[in-house]
């Protein structure tokens, strides 16, 4: 089976497991749920399942190919989290920035519905930092829309500040109006660029 197709399957049947099964069918299906969670760089191979769940919070998608250039390309720090199942890892949100001559912005981070509400962008998002820090950032920019409070919060608590307002710059989409868009920005400069493993 291909990894989409595998991480396709292991999604739906966590998601079955969790939903919709009987509280007494749970105990058979504990293997099928995520025990553990980790990070790590962003392969190719994952692509497919960062395109998917980009698409889960976005209403404009990046393809897989489009992924797959920035995960293999020098100029870009990507992250993945993982879920751990006996089934295997399966990717369950990403953070990717660019880094050009130290300044850095940060591209998305986005992580999968059913993940979402546990803290874990925060960890995410640390790891993610060093990940910068360690490809020749020192600086990390990046804009969000105003009116998105998870985002905001994760970002100010992650030491982000507020540096300016694009009024108006996320266009009106499906009869919500216009919003604007915050510009952050974060000192890494104190974060230790030393690679974990040398
Ligand atoms: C942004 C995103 C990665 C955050 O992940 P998450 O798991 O939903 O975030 P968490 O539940 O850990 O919440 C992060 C913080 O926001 C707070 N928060 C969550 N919902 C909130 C709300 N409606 N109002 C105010 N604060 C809120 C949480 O309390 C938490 O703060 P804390 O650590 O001080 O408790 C995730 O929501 C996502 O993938 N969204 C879609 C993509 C997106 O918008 N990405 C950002 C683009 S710039």
């Known amino acids: 089976m291909s990894p989409r197709r595998m991480a ?9 497991a969790r939903e919709a099964m009987w509280p007494w069918l ?24 960062m395109s998917d769940i980009h698409a889960s919070g976005f209403a ?20 993945v989290l993982v879920s751990r199942g006996l089934v295997g890892d399966v990717v369950s949100g ?21 993940t979402r509400g546990r803290g874990l962008s925060a960890e995410l998002l640390g790891a993610h930092l060093l990940s910068v820090r360690r490809a020749g950032g020192e ?12 985002a905001l919060a994760l970002y100010r608590k992650a030491g982000f500040e507020e540096i300016g307002r694009r009024k108006g710059y996320y266009p009106a989409r499906n009869g919500v109006p216009h919003r604007d868009a915050l510009t952050m920005r974060a000192d890494l400069s104190d974060l ?7």
Do not use: C
Not at 192 to 198: H, Q
């Open 8 to 16: 396709h399957a292991s999604s739906a049947l966590r998601s079955l």
């Open 26 to 49: 749970w105990p058979w299906f504990w293997w099928l749920g995520p025990s553990t969670f980790a990070f790590r760089a962003a392969a190719p191979a994952d692509s497919w399942r």
């Open 60 to 79: 404009q998608g990046w393809a897989r190919g489009e992924l797959e250039q920035m995960i293999v390309s020098a100029n870009y720090a990507a992250d």
């Open 94 to 114: 990403f953070a990717i920035s660019r880094i050009v001559a130290g300044e850095a912005e940060l591209l998305t981070i986005v992580l999968e519905p059913e």
């Open 139 to 150: 600086k990390l920019f990046l804009e969000v829309a105003a009116d998105n409070a998870p």
């Open 192 to 198: 230790d660029p030393t690679p974990r493993y040398v």
